[in-house]
């Protein structure tokens, strides 16, 4: 399959070549390779687990005129190291895909390690005028706000997942419709691996400096959700925000909704000092807590619960110290588990195209314990740190 | 009195015609290098001891109120594009597939982290417009006779700076020389521009230099490698659909 998949690409890209003698820029091919050396630990003087992971992407498009378009996304991932063999459940989640159509594949995989290929874009589109139909595995991003995003119900991701950036697809059939050159109506119908439907419509404008949405649908068929979102500014900074309510199908008139709801603001200072601030509250089931933290790695599986506390504050600093090197320090507070989160990257651009990042994470919390000692609170932290060597091509 | 009046009069209308024709140069200068509308793809390079960088960008303008431009190169960042509708600014990030929509405060930014400003590429405000402008004086630069000018901002423009001097050649209306000077009279950059050639259906100067004052050894270069000015372009190829597609 990959061997097929290669030699697609590679005629593409021969292809690619030959064509832009003509008409240049209809094709493109771009990605990167790199390569991530992990470490990880809960306490410090537990087991360090070390894994490293040579992960390769390729995005092509092809755009040959105004009406048909066409992309493919393909992540490539070489991963070994300790996690695989001391975490049995590890294997399954890298080959699980959340599409109706599998386009994940183990390649070539043993106790210590695996070989996974992800197609997680595969799309085709046609515009017609102003409106657009796309078809296939695409990222549908509704989101306003910079860390959690309730009103990006088709894609849900992990903020701490440090590499993935592009963000996973969904098999979708999008229809958008541009009234104007600032607003969009759009109808999209996603199917996930289970067959079950996420249909939804959603209408943006902007008025007064504000770009404002508001989107209704039916989640998984499970929900009904109606929410809404915005950004505009307030002297200079950023304002944006995100509120989606759910409710139930079944019971729907005796039956609770739930609710998220976020907002925050992002300025640049003269200095090129950028903060970023937000604040969340996800309506959880009583009694909710996560099972451990390493689950807030993987993309949440509803995009009613966003995160594992009801209260989650964010605030980013970044700095560009030269245009070559930038640092950035993230803190969370979850006022419920009286916990915190750090996370300083810092990036560094070798060469053009070479790009060293060094990412840390550290959690700390306290859970109630629902074991024998219900009085004394479950102490937990988390170490992981990361150092990514990049190409970009 | 009446002689006083009669001198006041004609101080005031001398003024008037010397202001008059100090706009009317800017203007020229101005409409020399953007045109009604305009394409034009351009390299920048970011200079500083030790390295550099460069960037390579499409843009497209009509106006001063709509603008568009989209990064070519290098590989990690080719495919945003950038949206400028009056005030209003988007970014579209195709890795992601977002639209984001930026504030105000990222209009003064370096551009991808050059002496380039966000307003520099997407001419926020308008050097005709937004400033009243007198003649200060002659100067022979790079062999071109040329006005120097000087640009004050108007009451209430929405402009970063304090004052901007122009260096423009008489003849040709080149704009060779600007010095931008912020709100305590403090020198804040210089841009020098050189090497005129054909473009399109103009002579116009295609190599930018931006010097940052207090940095004495960086500089960032603009290079044109094509521009066109004055093609049809509808008001609506300036939209989020278009931004999305631009290649």
Redesign the interface.
Known sequence: MLLTLTSILFLIFNLSLYSQEQKP??W?L???LNDLQMVQVNKIEDPWIFDNEIHNRL?FTW?PGKIF?MGIGMRNRFIFGQSISANPSYKGMLFADNGLINMTWDIYSSTSFAIVTQLDRAWLSF?LG?V?LTAGR????W??TIVWNPNDIFNTYSYFDIDY???PGSDAVRVQY?P???S?VEIVSKWNNLGKITVAGMGRF?AG?Y?IQFLAGLVDNQDYVVGTGW???IA???F?GEINYYQPKKNFTDTTGVLLATIGA?????N?LALTFQVFYNQLPSGYQPENLISIYQAPTSPKMLSFTQWNLFLMGSY?I???FDVSLAVMYFPDLNGYFIGPTLNY?IK??I?LNLFIQYFNGRFKNTGPQQDQDLYFQSFLSALRLKW?? | MKNFCLSFFLTCSSTAAIAQDATEIVKKADDLMQGVTSLSEMEMT?I?PS?Q??ISFKSWGKGRNLSMSLITA???E??QSFLK?K??MWSWNP????M???????M???W???DYTNDDILKESSIVLDYTHKIIGSERLSGYDCYKIQLDPKENAAVVWGKIIFWISKTEYYELKAEYYDEDGKIVKTHILSDVRFMYDRNIPTHFEIIPADKPNQKTEVRILLSKFNIPIQ??F?????MK?L?
């Open positions: 820029c209809s493109k771009k990605g990167y995005d755009n378009a515009t102003k657009q695409q990222r549908i991003n989101g306003q950036p592009e963000r541009y104007s050159s600032t969009t902007n400096g770009d950004s505009g500014n200079g900074a950023a944006r992002d300025y640049t200072f003269s090129s560009p030269t245009p070559l651009n053009q195209n790009d970009s091509f | 970011i500083r390295w960088r460069t290098p590989p990690k080719s495919g509708l005030n209003d890795t992601i597939n977002r984001i929509k930026l504030p105000p405060s990222m003064s930014q370096g991808m982290g050059s008001d609506s300036f939209s989020q659909q278009q597609s290649k």
